[in-house]
C-alpha cells in the first residue's frame, strides 16, 4: 500500500471517529468507524460496535451479522452447483463491467456473459437480472445491462427471464438497484446466485448479503459463477465504501472509490460529472 494511501485512510478513519458527528448521526458514524476499522485493520471495532447498539439496537444487530458476512471466506465457483433451486426462485444476477467510449462491451464483459449464458442453460426456469447503467463515455444511451441483455437474447436466451437494471453506477447500487427490481417484478425469488470475474465475487456476495440484512429480505445469497480474469483486485477499503454507500453516506463512499479504485478508470458518480 502507498504511503499516500495509508495517510488517507489514516485521515479518514480519523474524520469518521472525530468530525462527523457534527455532520451526520452518530448511528452513522459508528457504522463507518466499524467499516474503516476492519478495512484498514482487519480487526472488528467492537466499541464501535457496542456504541451503535446502544444507539439503535436493531441496528446494532444487523452490523454485526454484516461484519460477520464479511468476515466469512467466499469460494468463488467456475460455475453453479447442482443443488440450487430449479424453478423461478432463483436469480442468477450478472455484474456489470464499464463500457467502451462508443457504449460496446469490454471483453471482460462478454466473458462474465459467457458464464451466465452457462448458468441460465443450467437454470432454464431462473429469473436473470442484468445490472449496470451507463459507462460509456461517448454513447450516453448505452447501459451496461441493456447491452448485456442484448446479448443474452441474440444468444437465444428467452427475454422473458431477463430483467434490467440499468441505473447503478456502482456494485453497492447494483445490490440495491436489484433488491428494488425484484421486490417490484420478481416477489418469488428467494434465492440469488451472483456472475461476475473471480475477483469480484466476494464484494458481489458481501454487498448483496448486506443489502438483504439491512432490508430484513429472506433473499438469500446461495452461489456464485464467475469468470477467471488474467488480472483484477478489490482492496478491503473499497468494500468499505461499498457497505458506507449502502449505509447511506454517498460523499463518502465516493471519495473512498476515488482513492482506491483499481480495477479501471472509474466512471463518473454523479450525473453530469
Known amino acids: 500500500m502507498k504511503l499516500r494511501e495509508i495517510g488517507f485512510f489514516v485521515l479518514l478513519l480519523f474524520a469518521v471517529v472525530t468530525l462527523l458527528p457534527a455532520a451526520a448521526d452518530e448511528a452513522q458514524s ?7 476499522s476492519y478495512a484498514s485493520a ?25 461484519m460477520d458476512l464479511w ?11 447442482d443443488d440450487l433451486p430449479e424453478d423461478d426462485s432463483l436469480c442468477l444476477v450478472a455484474l456489470g463491467f464499464q463500457l467502451n467510449p462508443d457504449g460496446s462491451m469490454r471483453q471482460e464483459l462478454v466473458e462474465r456473459l459467457k458464464v451466465l ?26 447501459t451496461e445491462a441493456g447491452r448485456m441483455a442484448d446479448w443474452l437474447i441474440r444468444q437465444g436466451v ?12 456502482t456494485t453497492a447500487q447494483n445490490a440495491m438497484f436489484t433488491f428494488d427490481l425484484l421486490l417490484q417484478n420478481r416477489p418469488q425469488v428467494k434465492k440469488i446466485a451472483v456472475i461476475s470475474s473471480d475477483y469480484h465475487i466476494a464484494t ?17 445469497i446461495a452461489s456464485n459463477a464467475a469468470w477467471n480474469a488474467p488480472s483484477g483486485t478489490l482492496s478491503a ?21 476515488y482513492n482506491t479504485y483499481d480495477i479501471h478508470e472509474l466512471p463518473p458518480l454523479h450525473e453530469g460529472t
Open 117 to 142: 449464458k452457462k448458468a441460465a442453460e443450467k437454470y432454464p426456469q431462473a429469473v436473470i437480472v442484468c445490472t449496470g447503467g451507463g459507462t460509456a463515455a461517448d454513447n450516453p444511451n448505452a
Open 237 to 257: 477499503m473499497f468494500q468499505a465504501g461499498a457497505l458506507i454507500e449502502l449505509a447511506g453516506d454517498v460523499e463518502t463512499a465516493y471519495a473512498i472509490y
Open 158 to 169: 428467452d427475454g422473458s427471464r431477463v430483467l434490467v437494471e440499468d441505473r447503478s453506477k
Open 71 to 81: 468476515e466469512m471466506p467466499v469460494e468463488v465457483n467456475k460455475e453453479l452447483p
Open 30 to 36: 459508528q457504522i463507518e468507524r466499524i467499516v474503516v
Open 204 to 220: 458481489g456476495v458481501l454487498l448483496f448479503g448486506a443489502e438483504a440484512i439491512l432490508r430484513e429480505s429472506d433473499i438469500e
Open 42 to 66: 482487519g480487526t472488528r471495532d467492537d466499541r464501535a460496535l457496542e456504541g451503535l447498539s446502544k444507539i439503535d439496537p436493531a441496528l446494532g444487530e444487523k452490523w454485526g451479522r454484516i
